[in-house]
Structure formats: C-alpha cells, structure tokens
C-alpha cells in the first residue's frame, strides 16, 4: 500500500511520526551521551531508544559526532541567541541581572539532562579534539562573553568596581560547573542527608560574587586594570 493510498488520519499520522523524528532522536542521545559518554555510545542504541532503525538515524545525522553536535546546540548553544536578546533589554540594575542569570541558568540548563554535557566534556574531551573545539567555539566561548558582557555592564554603569575580565569570568561561571559536576558526580560519593540545595548553594556564590564586585561604599574604589589586564 502507497501512501498516497492510506486513509487521511493514517498519511497524517506518518507525516507526524517523520516530523518528529529528528526531536525524538535528540532527545534519545542526550539520555545516553549523559548516562554512558561519548565514546561508549553506539548509533544503534540512539536509534533503537528512539524507536528508528541506525539508517534512519543516518538520515538526519550522517556521523555520531554530527549527532552529539546536534544535541549540543539543541540543548546548550542554541540558546545563546536567546540569552543575549534578553541582555540585551534587560531593564534593571547589573545585580538584578546578575542574579536573574544564574537562576535562569539553573533552570533551562543546570537543573536539567543537559548539564550532564559539561561532565562528559570534562571526561573525554582529551581523547575527542574536534568534539573539544566544537564545545569551546559554540559554547564556552559564546558562555565566556556573555558573562564578560554583564560585568563590563555593571562597570560602565558604576554599579561595580574595576576588575579583571580575564579572571571575574571564571570567578562567576565557576558555580555553575560546580554544581553540574556535583549534579553528575560528586554527589553519588556523598553520605544521604549531605547533599547541598542547588538554589540555596546559587543564592550563596550570587551573594559572594556581588560582594567582590560592588563599588564599596567606604572608601574609593580601586584604579582600573591596565587594558592588558582586563582583555580586548
């Protein structure tokens, strides 16, 4: 039977099915490249996770590594476009975007699967160097200038004193993969009872970041990094 042939709710149903197959397939990698890593996750298991045969999986993603990258800009890189048109118009004060960043950040990626992307990173990345180059043009990067653009914000602005760009950036991402890596590994080695509350543990380095980086009030501010200290 054709599909011209098949009554009108089954062809719809089977254009349905083949619309979401690209999702499905996504969704399927990110469970696994999470749970097993890059290296020991098979096409075929993506596949058959999904419901589809391996050569249907090839159909939309010709390679794993097209697979991961996929997943990645899905679930990570792809929202950067978002995240900057929300700087972009954010209306309020450096330290009320500040703080909106991380919990928007704990919300869309840290509290969710793809967090488990940054562990995997860190684990294989060595053995994987276009995977690495892919993650750190589509994702560390674009992470590191965004984070840059706040501060310089808050800078501008006389909301926050002089400091180093090169080095606040790290300063002010580190909790993020701290907990991401806390999320996907250290806390299986904690003792029940121990484990920390992500929201308390993102209010607390919010409250430690800003008091580092607001103009004090008793007394003036530091002199301004040279140039060289503080990037291009």
């Given at each position: 039977m054709?599909s011209a042939?098949?009554?009108?709710?089954?062809?719809?149903?089977?254009?349905?099915r083949?619309?979401?197959?690209?999702?499905?397939?996504l969704?399927?990698?990110?469970?696994l490249f999470?749970?097993?890593?890059?290296a020991?996750t098979?096409?075929d298991e993506?596949?058959?996770r999904?419901g589809?045969?391996?050569?249907?999986?090839?159909?939309?993603?010709?390679?794993?590594?097209?697979l991961?990258?996929?997943v990645?800009?899905q679930?990570?890189?792809?929202?950067?476009?978002e995240?900057?048109?929300?700087?972009?118009?954010?209306?309020?004060?450096?330290?009320e975007?500040l703080?909106?960043?991380?919990?928007?950040?704990?919300?869309?990626?840290?509290?969710?699967?793809?967090?488990g992307?940054?562990?995997?990173?860190?684990?294989?990345?060595?053995?994987?160097?276009?995977?690495?180059?892919f993650y750190?043009?589509?994702v560390?990067l674009?992470?590191?200038?965004l984070?840059?653009?706040?501060i310089?914000?808050?800078?501008?602005?006389?909301?926050?004193?002089?400091?180093?760009?090169d080095?606040?950036?790290?300063?002010?991402?580190?909790?993020?993969?701290?907990?991401?890596?806390?999320?996907?590994?250290?806390?299986?080695?904690?003792?029940?009872?121990?484990?920390l509350d992500?929201?308390?543990?993102?209010?607390?380095?919010?409250?430690?970041?800003?008091?580092?980086?607001?103009?004090?009030?008793?007394?003036?501010?530091p002199?301004?990094?040279?140039p060289?200290?503080r990037?291009?």
């Amino acid at each position: 039977m054709t599909s011209a042939s098949l009554p009108p709710s089954a062809g719809t149903k089977r254009a349905r099915r083949k619309e979401a197959r690209p999702g499905e397939l996504l969704e399927a990698a990110l469970d696994l490249f999470v749970e097993k890593g890059f290296a020991a996750t098979r096409v075929d298991e993506v596949a058959a996770r999904a419901g589809v045969s391996k050569g249907t999986l090839f159909l939309y993603f010709p390679s794993k590594e097209e697979l991961f990258k996929a997943v990645v800009r899905q679930n990570i890189a792809g929202r950067f476009e978002e995240w900057t048109q929300e700087l972009e118009t954010f209306e309020g004060s450096t330290t009320e975007l500040l703080r909106y960043c991380y919990q928007v950040w704990w919300e869309r990626i840290g509290s969710t699967k793809a967090s488990g992307i940054t562990k995997l990173m860190f684990s294989e990345a060595q053995n994987f160097p276009e995977i690495m180059q892919f993650y750190r043009q589509e994702v560390i990067l674009p992470g590191q200038g965004l984070v840059r653009r706040i501060i310089e914000r808050g800078i501008e602005r006389g909301e926050f004193r002089p400091v180093s760009l090169d080095y606040i950036v790290h300063v002010v991402l580190a909790p993020m993969i701290f907990l991401m890596m806390w999320k996907h590994s250290v806390s299986v080695c904690i003792p029940e009872g121990m484990d920390l509350d992500p929201e308390k543990f993102i209010e607390a380095q919010i409250d430690n970041v800003l008091h580092g980086l607001l103009v004090r009030a008793d007394g003036p501010a530091p002199a301004a990094p040279s140039p060289s200290s503080r990037g291009t």
